[in-house]
C-alpha cells in the first residue's frame, strides 16, 4: 500500500471520528430539559439600547427553539405564524408583542424571565432574509 | 467558576483555526510557486495545519459546551453550524493526511490536498462570518 492510500484513509478515518465523536457526545449530553437559564452580567456590546451577551443570544436561541419555532419556522420564515425577518420594528415593540402577544400568539410574560426575553429579541434580530 | 468561562474561551480559541487554515494554505500555495523554499514553506504550512487542528478541536468543544451541545440550532446558529461541521471534519482529514505522508506526496496527490485545504479554509471563514452574524449582527 503507497504512503499516500494510507495518508487517505487515516484522513477518512480522522474526519468520520472526529464527527462520530462531537455528534455521538451531544447527542448524549444535550440536556432534555432546556430552560435552565441563569442570567449573567457580561454584557460586552451594546446593540439597540440592549446589553448584548452571547449568552443572552444563545439563550434566545434556546428559547426560540422552544417556544417560536413550530409558527415562525427555523429561519423566522413564518409557518402558522408571520415571517419576523427583518421586521421594521424597534426592540420595544418586539419586546411588546413578546410580552403580551399579539393574537393568536399568546403571551409569554409569565413563562419567560425580561432577560430570556433580551435574548429572544436578540436572536430574533440575527434572523434574515 | 466564571459562568462566562467557556464562552470567553470559544471567542478566544475559535480565531487560531480560522486564522491558521488560512495561513497554511497561503504557504503551501507559496511553496507551490516557489520551488527554491519548498522544504521551509511547506514546513510552516504543516505546523499552521497542526495548530489550526488543535485549536479547531478546542473550539469545537468549548462551542458544544456554550449551546448546550446544539449540534445544529435556528437561524445564524445553524448557518454557523452547516459550515463549522465540514471545516471541522477537512481539517481533522487533511491534517491525518499530511502527518501519515510528511513530505512524500506526489505532485498530483499534493494538488489534491490543496483542493481540499482550500474548501476547508473557505468554509471555516464562512463559519466565523456566521459565528459573528449571530453575536455582533445587527439583523436588519
Redesign the interface.
Known amino acids: 500500500m503507497s504512503?499516500?492510500l494510507?495518508?487517505?484513509i487515516?484522513?477518512?478515518?480522522?474526519?468520520?471520528?472526529?464527527?462520530a465523536l462531537?455528534?455521538g457526545?451531544?447527542a448524549v449530553?444535550?440536556?432534555k430539559e432546556?430552560n435552565s437559564f441563569?442570567p449573567?452580567q457580561?454584557p460586552?456590546?451594546s446593540?439597540?439600547g440592549l446589553q448584548?451577551?452571547?449568552?443572552l443570544?444563545?439563550q434566545g436561541?434556546?428559547d426560540?427553539?422552544q417556544y417560536c419555532?413550530k409558527c415562525h419556522g427555523?429561519?423566522?420564515e413564518g409557518v402558522m405564524g408571520p415571517d419576523i425577518r427583518?421586521e421594521d420594528m424597534t426592540d420595544a415593540q418586539i419586546t411588546a408583542i413578546i410580552e403580551n402577544g399579539q393574537r393568536p400568539m399568546p403571551a409569554f410574560k409569565d413563562k419567560l424571565t425580561a432577560d430570556q426575553i433580551k435574548g429572544l429579541v436578540l436572536?430574533?434580530?440575527?434572523?434574515?432574509k | 467558576m466564571d459562568?462566562?468561562f467557556f464562552?470567553k474561551l470559544?471567542?478566544g480559541s475559535t480565531h487560531f483555526p480560522i486564522a491558521l487554515i488560512a495561513a497554511s494554505f497561503l504557504f503551501d500555495l507559496l511553496a507551490y510557486y516557489f520551488k527554491n523554499k519548498t522544504l521551509e514553506l511547506r514546513a510552516a504550512a504543516f505546523y499552521c495545519l497542526l495548530l489550526g487542528a488543535l485549536g479547531a478541536?478546542g473550539a469545537?468543544f468549548t462551542g458544544?459546551i456554550?449551546?448546550?451541545?446544539?449540534?445544529f440550532?435556528?437561524?445564524?446558529?445553524?448557518f454557523h453550524h452547516y459550515f463549522v461541521?465540514p471545516a471541522?471534519?477537512?481539517m481533522?482529514?487533511?491534517?491525518?493526511?499530511?502527518?501519515?505522508?510528511?513530505d512524500?506526496?506526489?505532485p498530483n496527490?499534493y494538488q489534491f490536498y490543496l483542493f481540499f485545504c482550500a474548501i476547508a479554509t473557505v468554509c471555516m471563514g464562512l463559519a466565523g462570518y456566521w459565528g459573528g452574524?449571530?453575536?455582533?449582527?445587527?439583523?436588519?
Open positions: 504512503i499516500e494510507k495518508g487517505l487515516n484522513g477518512v478515518i480522522a474526519a468520520v471520528v472526529s464527527l462531537v455528534f457526545l451531544a449530553l444535550k440536556p432546556t441563569s449573567k457580561n460586552a456590546v446593540r439597540n448584548v451577551t452571547t449568552t443570544v444563545l436561541h434556546q426560540y427553539a419555532v427555523d429561519q423566522g427583518n436572536f430574533v434580530r440575527t434572523l434574515k | 459562568p462566562s464562552e470559544h471567542g478541536i469545537v458544544l456554550i449551546t448546550n451541545w446544539e449540534t440550532g435556528h437561524g445564524a446558529l445553524l461541521w471541522f471534519a477537512l481533522m482529514g487533511i491534517a491525518a493526511w499530511r502527518i501519515t505522508v510528511g512524500k506526496a506526489s496527490s452574524e449571530l453575536i455582533l449582527g445587527n439583523g436588519s
